[in-house]
């Protein structure tokens, strides 16, 4: 958070102000949205490994890109490569 606050030349609080008023979720709540997003194009476009796409979107674990992308997806990376087809 603090390297992207300096690269725009914010504080921390400025950034999430900003995150909060224009995306409605703080900078980490951001960040997770970002990764699951690029999580499920990879999920439908490569057959990488759930443990490869985790690493890939910047999770140290698969366990803590499992945890946050069932809490966002409501289904698991293994459920959702299984189950939803690209539009």
């Keep these: 958070m603090q390297s992207v606050a300096e690269k725009f030349g914010l504080k921390i609080p400025e950034l999430n102000r900003i995150l909060l008023y224009q995306v409605e979720q703080n900078?980490?709540?951001?960040?997770?949205?970002?990764?699951?997003?690029?999580?499920c194009e990879?999920?439908?476009k490569t057959s990488?490994?759930?443990?490869?796409?985790?690493?890939?979107?910047?999770?140290?674990?698969?366990k803590t890109f499992t945890r946050n992308f069932l809490r966002l997806k409501?289904?698991?990376?293994?459920?959702?490569?299984?189950?939803?087809?690209?539009?």
């Design 27 to 39: 900078f980490d709540g951001f960040l997770h949205t970002v990764r699951i997003n690029r999580a």
């Design 42 to 44: 990879l999920l439908l």
């Design 48 to 62: 990488l490994s759930v443990t490869d796409i985790a690493l890939e979107v910047g999770y140290n674990t698969a």
């Design 74 to 87: 409501v289904m698991t990376p293994g459920d959702f490569r299984k189950n939803v087809k690209e539009v």
